[in-house]
C-alpha cells in the first residue's frame, strides 16, 4: 500500500471541514434564491446571512453591521485601504497589503528586527499628521511571528488623543490582518484594540474566496465597485449564500477548537523542531519563538538548496514550502526573510513547515525523517560537488 502525502503547507490552504461542506451544500443546489427577493424563501436566505453575520460578529466581540462579507482576505485588505491619507505598514506584510499600500498617494513601509517584530515606537515615529491608516499583520505567514497589536493599538490611542488637543479633525484606524490567527489566537477586536480586521476562510478549512472585513461603525469607507449596494453599500453583488455560510460556520469550529488545538499543534511544532535540532547543530529557527503561532516553522541551514529539497520531497510524498520562490534569483526571495536582514545563503537555504488540523504526531515521525535524510543526502551532493 502506498504512503500517504503528508502535507505540511496548512498556511498556504487547508481543505474543506465537512461540517462546513455540509452547511453549504443546501444554498448550492435547493436554498438558491437572490437574496435581495422579496419572497419568502428568498427572506429565509437573506435570514441565514444574517445569522452567519451575527455569528462572525459574537466571534470577534463586534455589532452584526460591522461585519463585510467579501471575496477573499486581499479583497478585504483593499476595501480597507480604500480610504485617503498617509499609510503605515510593515515590510513583512502579505503582498496583497504590500500592494494595496503601493497604490495609495503616500506610503510608510517599517521595517522589523532579525525576529520579524516590529517596534511600535518605530509605528509612532513615521506617524504624520495626516497618516489615516496603519496597518500590521497579527500573525506573519511566512515565519508564524506575532506581532503586539495591543502596544500598536495604544500608540494609535495616543494619536488620535494629541490630534484632539491641537484641533487636527484627521482620523487615524488600525487594521490588522488576522488571516492566519483565526483559531490560533484572541481576535476579539475590542480587546486587540484594532478598527478594521481582514479574516480569510481559505485559512481556516472554510471555502476559499471567502473573507470578512471587520469595520468599525465610525468609518466610513469608499466602496471598490458600484452596484446594488450590499454589504452596507461596500461589497455590492449578489451575496455567494453558500460560501458565506460556510465561512460562519469554519470560525465557529475554528474558535471552538482554538484551545485544544493550540495546545495539540505547540506539541507538534516541538516534535518536528527537537528532531532538526538534533540532527543539525547549525540550523537556525527563524523567527520570534517567544512571540509565535504554533502552527508554523520556519528553519534554514545556510548553502542548503531549499529548492532542491522542496522538490525531492514531492517525490516522497512529503509536501512543505520554502522562504525562496528560486533560490538562483535574488528577485524573487522572501521579501519576508530578506526585510528581516538575513543572508542570501540562509533564504536560500529555509523551509517552511504548517501543520493542520489533520496532522499527527505519526506524521510529523515519518516526515522528519524523510526530511533530515534528504537533507542529509543533498548536503553530501553539495560537498562532492565543491571537491
Known amino acids: 500500500m502506498a504512503n500517504k502525502t503528508i502535507y505540511l503547507d496548512y498556511a498556504a490552504a487547508t481543505p474543506l471541514d465537512s461540517n462546513v ?9 435547493d436554498l438558491f434564491y437572490n437574496p435581495s427577493a422579496p419572497y419568502q424563501p428568498a427572506r429565509k436566505v437573506r435570514n441565514d446571512i444574517e445569522s452567519t453575520r451575527a455569528s462572525v460578529a459574537r466571534t470577534i466581540g463586534a455589532k452584526p453591521t460591522e461585519i463585510i462579507f467579501t471575496a477573499g482576505a486581499t479583497e478585504s485588505v483593499n476595501l480597507a485601504f480604500n480610504i485617503d491619507g498617509h499609510v503605515i505598514t510593515t515590510q513583512t506584510e502579505h503582498a496583497a497589503v504590500l500592494r494595496a499600500a503601493k497604490l495609495r498617494k503616500g506610503s510608510t513601509f517599517v ?31 511566512e515565519t508564524g511571528t506575532a506581532q503586539d497589536i495591543k502596544a500598536i ?20 484606524y488600525l487594521h490588522t490582518d488576522a488571516s492566519q490567527a483565526v483559531g490560533i489566537l484572541d481576535i476579539n477586536v475590542a480587546r486587540l484594540g484594532v478598527d478594521m ?14 473573507g470578512v472585513l471587520y469595520l468599525n461603525s465610525s468609518i466610513d469607507l469608499k466602496p471598490i465597485l458600484a452596484g446594488g449596494g450590499q454589504e452596507r453599500g461596500l461589497r455590492s453583488g449578489t451575496e455567494n449564500v453558500a460560501n458565506i455560510v460556510g465561512l460562519g460556520v469554519a470560525i465557529e469550529i475554528a474558535e471552538r477548537k482554538r484551545k485544544t488545538e493550540v495546545e495539540r499543534l505547540q506539541k507538534i511544532r516541538l516534535q518536528m523542531l527537537d528532531i532538526l535540532l538534533e540532527n543539525f547543530n547549525d540550523m537556525i529557527v527563524i523567527g520570534d519563538q517567544k512571540h509565535h503561532a504554533p502552527h508554523i516553522l520556519t528553519v534554514a541551514l545556510p548553502g542548503l538548496d531549499a529548492e532542491r529539497i522542496l522538490f525531492s520531497l514531492e ?15 535574488k528577485d524573487t526571495r522572501s521579501h519576508v526573510l530578506m526585510a528581516m536582514a538575513l543572508e542570501p545563503d540562509i533564504i536560500d537555504g529555509s523551509l517552511r513547515f504548517s501543520f493542520g488540523r489533520p496532522t499527527t504526531t505519526d506524521d510529523i515521525d515519518r516526515a522528519a525523517k524523510i526530511i533530515v535524510e534528504t537533507i542529509k543526502q543533498e548536503r553530501d551532493r553539495g560537498k562532492r560537488i565543491r571537491q
Open 21 to 29: 461542506l455540509a452547511a453549504m451544500q443546501p444554498y448550492l443546489t
Open 111 to 141: 521595517g522589523v528586527n532579525e525576529k520579524g517584530r516590529v517596534d511600535p515606537l518605530d509605528i509612532k515615529k513615521f506617524i504624520t499628521p495626516q497618516t489615516t491608516l496603519v496597518s500590521v499583520g497579527l500573525v506573519n505567514n
Open 153 to 172: 493599538a495604544k500608540v494609535i490611542s495616543d494619536e488620535r488623543q494629541n490630534r484632539v488637543k491641537n484641533d487636527n479633525p484627521t482620523p487615524i
Open 197 to 210: 480586521m481582514t479574516l480569510n476562510g481559505a485559512k481556516i478549512y472554510g471555502p476559499k474566496q471567502t
Open 315 to 329: 517525490s516522497q510524498d512529503i509536501l512543505v514550502a520554502t522562504g525562496s520562490a528560486c533560490a538562483a534569483n
